[in-house]
T-cell receptor
């Protein structure tokens, strides 16, 4: 299996621009998670989906952030408009049902976002 | 108060020593506890999970859980330079299928 695939790996943009991060989970995994990691705040959960349905978006920082999962093999995280404080590494992770219980999340390689 | 707290480190230990990493959590309803390892520039990977009070051993790693004290620890015996990484503690609250991570402790094992 190819693992969780994220794109782009690196994104540099200017403040005010729209940013779209993409994720392809592992086939057959029921859960998909979006995390954000910074030195100051560590690894924060933004939102997670179960069977393509958003379950908990309480970690989404504000209305500028939105996430969708139109089908089982694709999810997007969009930031519009972007701000310098959004600079971080954004991880997507997926998990089968059993994995959620054992805590085994399969992380992608991350998308490093820099907003100038 | 953060939900999951860890000392950011760095924790520096000599090769061959025992490294002790600690984590406290605030939600008494938490039922499952996890340790992830993250090498610099890489994504986190699961090392161990523990559900019950006491110790759980896996090779050179031992996880310890004390629910009364809301405390989880990870011991790494015979530390190797390849163990140098950031160790993330994660907690899963009862009834929720999401992991809450601490900020991580950076471990440096020097030869």
């Amino acid at each position: 299996d190819a693992g969780v695939i994220q794109s782009p790996r690196h994104e540099v943009t200017e403040m005010g621009q729209e940013v779209t991060l993409r994720c392809k989970p592992i086939s057959g995994h029921d859960y998909l998670f979006w995390y954000r990691q910074t030195m100051m705040r560590g690894l924060e959960l933004l939102i997670y989906f179960n069977n393509n349905v958003p379950i908990d978006d309480s970690g989404m920082p504000e209305d500028r952030f939105s996430a969708k999962m139109p089908n089982a093999s694709f999810s997007t995280l969009k930031i519009q408009p972007s701000e310098p404080r959004d600079s971080a590494v954004y991880f997507c992770a997926s998990s089968p049902i059993a994995g959620v219980n054992t805590g085994e999340l399969f992380f992608g390689e991350g998308s490093r976002l820099t907003v100038l | 108060q953060k939900e999951v707290e860890q000392n950011s480190g760095p924790l520096s230990v000599p090769e061959g020593a025992i490294a002790s990493l600690n984590c406290t959590y605030s939600d008494r309803g938490s039922q499952s506890f996890f340790w992830y390892r993250q090498y610099s520039g890489k994504s986190p990977e699961l090392i161990m999970f523990i559900y019950s009070n006491g110790d759980k051993e896996d090779g050179r790693f031992t996880a310890q859980l004390n629910k009364a004290s809301q405390y989880v620890s990870l011991l790494i015996r015979d530390s190797q330079p390849s163990d140098s990484a950031t160790y993330l503690c994660a907690v899963k609250a009862g009834g929720y299928n999401k992991l809450i991570f601490g900020a991580g402790t950076r471990l440096a094992v020097h030869p």
